[in-house]
């Protein structure tokens, strides 16, 4: 018996050891007669349980005179002694306000508030428990801007937990100070600020809350805290309730701290609220907060407000290079497409690129020479990028890196020679003639010696040639286009609407000759194309037409006519898709060539009249027969019918990836690659010119400059048979041919090289003109719609080094251009 009775008193030495002590329980006040009580305050006991080596503390229930609440059992006299001090002091204010039956759940929390907090005193116990009775109690009442260890006092943490009944009740009836700060320097609308909830703020705010600009010691106000936790709200709240959005902290204004933590929705409430903030610079470095901006995202939120991309900071760095340096890729590529300058230098003189080289960042390397960085340009120790990146460069990229930039010319492996680090001086070129100079030089002088020529048996007063610029469709590849005509203005040292005096374009070469008409430069068309993806290619395909026609209306303006620029000469192409089979047709800023036509078809139906540029058009009357032409009437064209962006956007109109502009469909369907339909315009429209007596305006078509958006490599194609399947795998083998035989058609209809570009040069050759296509070989196919930035910087990388592998070509192009 001795031994099970050891046994049972094991197991319950082990039970007690694992029960929380503190647990408040109901119990019989029976179980303590005869024990020894060693204190009492007020209706609460200490007693000592001999028999089982433990202290209690007992909550007398006066409602219940044979039962009490035990709050807690201990096994040690000194932690009794210590905690019943605690509880008798702290929880009298509980248990003579709260209503009867006094229950062990209403205790509990209480206590545990009790033993978490040691130093808090009952106004804080009541606050965090939410027991808002309790306030009233005289005790309370005294001890409400009593701080704890921390400096707090009770309204700090009913601001905290978000207690705004509790906040109210401070403030209006407890007569609770807003002006108290903790040991962080952070008064109760510090805590405030925290919360998701505007309601606590203007709570506050409503009693004339002092604090809401204080500065802590962390050096933030309570907007530069909701700003730093994204609170939306809170910070309007602020705002609204007197908060400036002027004063600086620890690491700045609070713009600064939205920036840099990336929350949208406090930037723009503040930007807002005070537009000057825009300009802001902080103390430390005198950046903006583009300066601190760390996402895309953020950038072209600040950018879109029409910030400085281009402002340098007090240690001469412009956000390119703080993004530049911390290895920010997309963010980098947002302000390169708003115009930011890759060759501005910073600090010691270094420019984006030279940074970029010292970090082997391979994206940004090429991000940033293809929108223009400067390989050569020297920084305060007469170092190129290249220079840099063959000395510092390491590990496996070393030779991806050299290598990659000797394809676009770099000069890397020479160190600096003494004349370079002088200010303002440069090596003159030595100027020779070479045989092309006397060649071109020569045929000047032949065409001048002629002073007339023929075309077709006709005349010529032109003493000159004409030029004519060709671009393909291609969708957002059309940054290819951009990237060659840069080259070609740099090659010739002019714009390129100079340059000729035709241009053609389909699709999207046709939104870039309306472009180059309406004399917008190549760098900024470059930067809109990167972000006018964003905007257009959202969701799935087919897009929403709404954003392309909002962009083109922004661009070329609501009402802009196709006559509103005579010079150069633009053709347009499109597809008339209100007939079949369907018809090219070609918008134009000039009167077309008013020859007698053949239509191709014979009508079988009345079609809604075509429109010229100047406000007459031909309309075609139904005549049924095969022996009869259409007859012709004039009539007026509305001014709607010829305006820029509705060319722009019929020459876009891509099956599949957007909607048809009326009747009208992309002219890629018939003449991706325009040239031989540009010639054939230019041809009839100097026969009309020779039959009407007007050859003294016939200028001959000298040059012809064809431009691609790059060529897709080749690839393997396993089946393209089409046949009756009889059984599944038979099925599957027949999907698979339906599939890359209809790939194949649309490639052959939509073609702009090949067979294309091969007319195109016998026909040129043949007339004794000069012909010159440049398209860029590329690496792997790119879409239409691609918005990935990296995958568009490869592309541009990849023309970037045909162009330099082209510069003779390209050279002798401009200087063909550039003859009288």
Not at 232 to 247: F, H, N, P, Q, S
Not at 622 to 644: A, F, H, M, S
Not at 677 to 689: G, I, P, S
């Amino acid at each position: 018996m001795q031994f099970f009775g050891r046994i049972l008193d094991t197991v319950s030495s082990v039970s007690n050891l694992f029960s929380n002590p503190y647990k408040v329980r109901d119990v019989q006040l029976s179980e303590y007669n005869g024990k020894v009580r060693l204190q009492q305050e007020g209706r609460m006991l200490l007693y000592r349980i001999n028999t089982k080596q433990s202290w209690d503390c007992v909550l007398l229930l006066p409602e219940n005179s044979s039962m009490a609440l035990r709050l807690f059992q201990v096994g040690s006299e000194e932690d009794a002694m210590n905690w019943f001090a605690q509880y008798s002091l702290k929880l009298r204010p509980f248990y003579e306000t709260l209503r009867p039956p006094l229950k062990p759940e209403m205790f509990q929390p209480i206590v545990d508030c009790l033993r978490n907090h040691p130093d808090w005193s009952s106004a804080h116990i009541a606050v965090d428990t939410g027991l808002h009775e309790c306030l009233k109690h005289n005790y309370v009442l005294s001890q409400m801007n009593v701080r704890n260890t921390h400096g707090q006092t009770p309204l700090h943490i009913a601001c905290e937990r978000g207690e705004i009944s509790c906040v109210r009740e401070l403030l209006e009836e407890c007569q609770a100070r807003t002006d108290i700060k903790d040991k962080n320097g952070d008064t109760p609308m510090h805590c405030a600020a925290k919360q998701n909830s505007a309601s606590i703020v203007e709570v506050l705010c409503s009693q004339m809350c002092m604090g809401i600009n204080e500065v802590n010691v962390a050096g933030e106000t309570p907007l530069h805290i909701a700003c730093r936790l994204g609170k939306v709200e809170t910070a309007k709240a602020l705002m609204r309730g007197g908060a400036c959005c002027d004063i600086i902290g620890g690491a700045g204004y609070p713009i600064h701290t939205a920036i840099k933590y990336s929350e949208r929705g406090c930037a723009e409430a503040i930007l807002a609220a005070n537009p000057a903030q825009l300009h802001a610079e902080d103390p430390v470095y005198g950046g903006t907060p583009l300066h601190w901006a760390k996402t895309a995202e953020m950038s072209r939120l600040l950018l879109d407000h029409d910030c400085n991309v281009n402002y340098l900071s007090k240690t001469g760095e412009s956000p390119l290079h703080i993004l530049t340096k911390r290895g920010r890729f997309e963010a980098a590529m947002t302000l390169l497409t708003h115009g930011a300058n890759p060759n501005i230098k910073g600090e010691h003189g270094n420019t984006a690129l030279h940074l970029a080289m010292k970090l082997d960042n391979m994206d940004l390397i090429k991000a940033l020479i293809v929108f223009g960085a400067d390989v050569e340009v020297h920084n305060d120790l007469g170092e190129t990028p290249g220079l840099i990146a063959a000395r510092t460069s390491k590990g496996p990229n070393r030779k991806v890196l050299l290598k990659m930039l000797c394809s676009v010319g770099v000069e890397r492996c020479h160190p600096p020679s003494p004349d370079i680090l002088l200010p303002n001086t440069r090596r003159a070129q030595p100027s020779t003639i070479g045989f092309d100079d006397v060649i071109y030089t020569a045929a000047a002088l032949s065409a001048m010696s002629q002073g007339r020529m023929e075309i077709d048996g006709f005349k010529t007063g032109c003493q000159r040639m004409d030029r004519l610029l060709c671009l393909d469709g291609g969708g957002i590849k059309g940054l290819v286009l951009i990237q060659m005509l840069i080259a070609l203005e740099k090659a010739s040292g002019r714009p390129i609407r100079e340059l000729f005096d035709w241009v053609a374009g389909t699709s999207t070469g046709g939104i870039l000759a309306l472009a180059i008409v309406h004399g917008k430069s190549m760098e900024y068309l470059r930067c809109l194309y990167f972000r006018m993806k964003e905007q257009v290619f959202k969701g799935s395909r087919p897009y929403e037409s709404g954003p392309l026609e909002e962009f083109l209306q922004k661009e070329f303006g609501e009402n802009t006519k196709m006559t509103d620029v005579k010079h150069p000469k633009v053709m347009v192409t499109s597809v008339l898709a209100d007939r079949h089979p369907g018809e090219l047709h070609i918008f134009r800023n000039y009167e077309p060539p008013p020859l007698p036509r053949n239509p191709p078809y014979v009508s079988s139906a009345t079609f809604k009249p075509l429109t010229i540029p100047e406000g007459w058009e031909d309309e075609d009357v139904l005549i049924v027969g095969y022996t009869q032409e259409p007859l012709r009437k004039r009539r007026k064209v509305t001014e709607e019918e010829q305006i820029v962006w509705r060319a722009a956007r019929s020459s876009g109109a891509a099956p599949t990836y957007f909607r048809p502009m009326g009747r009208f469909l992309d002219g890629g369907l018939l003449a991706n690659n325009p040239t031989l339909d540009a010639m054939t315009e230019v041809h009839q429209y100097n026969k009309a010119l020779n039959a009407q007596g007007r050859g003294d305006e016939v200028c001959k078509l000298g040059i012809v400059v064809s431009l691609g958006t790059g060529k897709p490599p080749q690839v393997m194609v396993n089946s393209v048979d089409v046949f009756r399947p009889t059984n599944p795998l038979e099925l599957a083998k027949s999907f698979v041919g339906v599939k890359e035989l209809g790939k194949m058609l649309v490639d052959c209809c939509t073609d702009s090289d090949g067979c294309a570009v091969d007319r195109a040069r016998a026909w040129c050759e043949m007339a004794d003109m000069n012909y010159h296509r440049l398209s860029p070989q590329l690496s792997s196919e790119v879409m239409l719609d691609e918005v990935n930035d990296a995958v568009l910087v490869d592309m541009l990388w990849e023309t970037q080094m045909y162009l330099y592998e082209s510069r003779d070509i390209i050279q002798m192009i401009s200087q063909q251009l550039l003859q009288p």
